[in-house]
């Protein structure tokens, strides 16, 4: 039974492009959550979505980021114009349901801006 | 106030030491507490949930202390391969999900 999915591992821009990170959730569960981890700061939610919806982006900063996690196939988190600041660990979670669950984690992407 | 702190160390243990660390949350209406662990680099994973009534899970002991609003985690036994940072995380109630609140975690160097 795979765990949450995440691809790619490392993924190096340089400023202005895009960049696109894939989460494949734990089978069965159908929240998923992204997390952004800055050096030396704890995680920090980002956006909290099911099949079709985001039901909660509150972390998500307002402009370049967006998340979607279509019917089939993997959420995506995208980043538009990337700048140095940009440059994180972008972890994936997902639960079967809202509460109470706890969330598993993936392996996480690790993004370098040049 | 942040909402979920910790003391983020580093403590450094003796093998075979009891360590224990607390993290106090600012939410008194949250419900779910776990500690997570993280190695360095690499995700985290669940250690732990926290229940009310506290938990055991062989060297690892949890709390919940709802009226001082603070969770901790007791390890005893301490080995090496303990060494790691380990995540208060608290979860949110009631309208919405904005998901799990981390705190910066508490980093644990057990020495040899």
């Known amino acids: 039974n795979a765990g949450v999915m995440q691809n790619p591992r490392h993924l190096v821009r340089r400023r202005g492009q895009e960049a696109r990170l894939r989460c494949s959730p734990m089978?069965?569960?159908?929240?998923v959550y992204w997390y952004r981890q800055l050096p030396e700061e704890g995680l920090k939610f980002m956006v909290y979505?099911?099949?079709?919806?985001?039901?909660?982006e509150s972390g998500m900063p307002k402009e370049r980021f967006s998340a979607e996690f279509p019917k089939e196939g993997p959420s995506i988190l995208r980043i538009q114009q990337v700048v140095r600041g940009d440059s994180a660990a972008y972890f994936c979670?997902?639960?079967?349901?809202?509460?109470?669950?706890?969330?598993?984690f993936g392996d996480g992407t690790r993004l370098s801006i040049l | 106030r942040k909402e979920v702190e910790q003391d983020p160390g580093p403590f450094n243990v003796p093998e075979g030491a009891t360590v224990a660390f607390n993290c106090t949350y600012s939410?008194?209406?949250?419900?779910?507490f776990f500690w997570y662990r993280q190695d360095c680099r690499k995700e985290p994973k669940l250690l732990m949930s926290?229940?009310?009534s506290g938990n055991e899970d062989g060297r690892f002991t949890a709390q919940l202390n709802r009226a001082s609003q603070y969770i901790s985690l007791l390890i005893r036994d301490s080995k090496l391969s303990d060494s790691a940072t380990y995540l208060c995380?608290?979860?949110?109630?009631?309208?919405?999900?904005?998901?799990?609140?981390f705190g910066k975690g508490t980093h644990l160097i057990i020495q040899p």
């Open positions: 979670a997902s639960s079967q349901q809202e509460y109470n669950q706890p969330q598993h």
């Open positions: 089978k069965g569960h159908s929240h």
């Open positions: 979505l099911q099949k079709e919806n985001i039901i909660d």
């Open positions: 939410n008194s209406a949250s419900q779910s």
């Open positions: 926290v229940y009310s």
């Open positions: 995380v608290v979860e949110a109630t009631g309208g919405g999900a904005d998901g799990l609140t």
